[in-house]
């Protein structure tokens, strides 16, 4: 089983980024994937999740701002992540399950600052 992070970097704020995972190793097309960030000095928070039957939840904050998708014929979930602030900055982890606490990946780190 492997996740593979991809696409973060240095963004100034109000900027736009897409994340991608890449999955390999299981039944993607069957099982629900997350994403999940962890900030400087805080624990791991729940982004989004997004369940095989295309059914979509997210963090409060996180609405209107961020957007989870997912290309089963790729095995790859994405997260476009538009008004980028600060507090935005952190490294972003996909998971398997629809909570962020199942298998992650490395994860990629996303900076927000001007």
């Known amino acids: 089983v492997q996740l593979v992070e991809s696409g973060g970097g240095l963004v100034q704020p109000g900027g736009s980024l897409r994340l991608s995972c890449a999955a390999s190793?299981?039944?993607?097309?069957?099982?629900?994937m997350s994403w999940a960030r962890q900030a400087p000095g805080k624990g791991l928070e729940w982004v989004s999740g997004?369940?095989?039957?295309?059914?979509?939840s997210y963090r409060d904050s996180m609405k209107g701002r961020f957007t989870i998708s997912r290309d089963n014929a790729k095995n790859t979930v994405y997260l476009q992540m538009d008004s980028l602030n600060p507090e935005d900055t952190a490294v972003y982890y996909c998971?398997?399950?629809?909570?962020?606490?199942?298998?992650r990946g490395q994860g990629t780190q996303v900076t927000v600052s001007s």
């Open positions: 998971a398997i399950g629809p909570r962020g606490l199942g298998l």
């Open positions: 190793g299981f039944s993607f097309s069957s099982s629900a």
């Open positions: 997004i369940w095989s039957d295309g059914r979509i």
